[in-house]
């Protein structure tokens, strides 16, 4: 079992920024890709950004030139980078840990990230 500790969220005014954090408890973190995802009430879980372990990523096409993910194997940490915030942007984010063979697949307990004036 993975154990997966977001921190960062908060408030944050429209047009301003805010950086996400996750730490991964495995050893072996450089073989999964990372990810982070959103969720609104009501709404299906989302793909914000991944990062495979060779730093390979993939964003979200509401994202795209806002925010950056980026990785530190060494330190076992992915993190989220979010400029330009909008209001849609509000959700509760998840880090995710996943590999395909032999099939992983983690979530943390999310951290709620809220853009309003």
């Known amino acids: 079992q993975v154990q997966l500790v977001e921190s960062g969220g908060g408030l944050a005014q429209p047009g301003g920024s805010l950086r996400l954090s996750c730490v991964a408890s495995?050893?072996?973190?450089?073989?999964?890709?990372m990810g982070w995802y959103r969720q609104d009430p009501g709404k299906q879980r989302e793909l914000v950004a991944e990062?495979?372990?060779?730093?390979?990523?993939n964003y979200g096409e509401s994202v795209k030139g806002r925010f950056t993910i980026s990785r530190d194997n060494d330190k076992r940490t992915v993190d989220l980078q979010m400029y330009s915030l909008k209001p849609e942007d509000t959700a509760v984010y998840y880090c995710n840990a996943y590999k395909i063979w032999p099939r992983r697949d983690y979530w943390g307990q999310g951290t709620q990230v809220t853009v309003s004036k």
């Open positions: 495995t050893s072996l973190f450089s073989t999964y890709t």
């Open positions: 990062i495979t372990g060779g730093g390979e990523t």
